[in-house]
């Protein structure tokens, strides 16, 4: 299985601050017959099911405000949050879709200062 | 707007099978394939496996022994069972469905997922003698 590690566990930044929540994967993601990485991220508010915010490491789902950006390729991902608001308070976890296992990583904890 | 609404036993005890349904309200099977995940304080969050609405299923290799995931079209739901339950099986279990996409590789031609953008609100399974 692929191991996917999240960086760091957690964060805490005053409103309007950039978040920057990092994934790394054992093994690439990249899937060559296509040219896209199978990697996604979702937030979890506390007492809700995940979210998916992001697709295929940088697709935006619709309703997902635009300050929600993820970036990156192969093993190195990043979601980056520009201007965080109280709502964004939350776990956020990647995931990939290349492996037989479609592993998680162990979340990272976003909190305001 | 589609909406998952799950159900089933809560308290099982060990050794049991646990069986979970999934109903998918608002729309159709067809297009997407469904999925079951589960969540842990100690180890987060846990890919068991999917289907789509023909019946073909993707496991978990570490599950796949004791999983089974099954789809009733003419109900519109999922389900799953899985067998020989232990304490370290306690956790909430989510239904989801799954964004798929196809790909072509000639002569293959095959659905990927991608995510998972619609999940039902969690059942806590407890396993306790």
């Known amino acids: 299985d692929i191991v996917m590690t999240q960086s760091p566990d957690s964060l805490a930044l005053s409103l309007g601050e950039r978040a920057t929540i990092n994934c790394k994967s054992s093994?690439?993601?990249?899937?060559?017959?296509?040219?896209?990485?199978?990697l996604a991220w979702y937030q979890q508010r506390a007492g809700q099911p995940p979210r998916l915010l992001i697709h295929?490491?940088?697709t935006r789902l619709s309703g997902v405000p635009e300050r929600f950006s993820g970036s990156g390729s192969g093993t190195d991902f990043t979601l980056t949050i520009s201007s965080l608001q109280a709502e964004d308070v939350a776990l956020y976890f990647c995931q990939e879709y290349y492996s037989d296992g479609r592993t998680f990583g162990q979340g990272t904890k976003v909190e305001i200062k | 707007q589609v909406q998952l609404q799950q159900w089933g036993a809560g308290l099982l005890k060990p050794s049991k099978t646990l069986s979970l349904t999934c109903g998918v309200f608002?729309?159709?099977?067809?297009?997407?394939?469904w999925s079951w995940i589960r969540q842990t304080p100690g180890k987060g969050l846990e890919w068991i496996g999917e289907i789509n609405h023909s019946g073909a299923t993707d496991y978990n290799p570490s599950l796949k022994r004791r999983v089974t995931i099954s789809v009733d079209t003419s109900r519109s739901q999922f389900s799953l069972k899985l067998t020989s339950m232990t304490a370290a099986d306690s956790a909430v279990y989510y239904c989801?469905?799954?964004?798929?996409?196809?790909?072509?590789?000639?002569?293959?031609?095959?659905?990927?997922?991608?995510?998972?953008?619609?999940w039902g609100q969690g059942t806590t399974v407890t396993v306790s003698s």
């Open positions: 989801a469905r799954v964004l798929r996409q196809l790909i072509s590789e000639p002569p293959l031609f095959y659905y990927h997922s991608y995510g998972m953008d619609v």
């Open positions: 093994q690439s993601v990249f899937y060559s017959s296509n040219k896209r990485n199978y």
């Open positions: 608002g729309g159709s099977l067809t297009d997407y394939k």
């Open positions: 295929e490491a940088s």
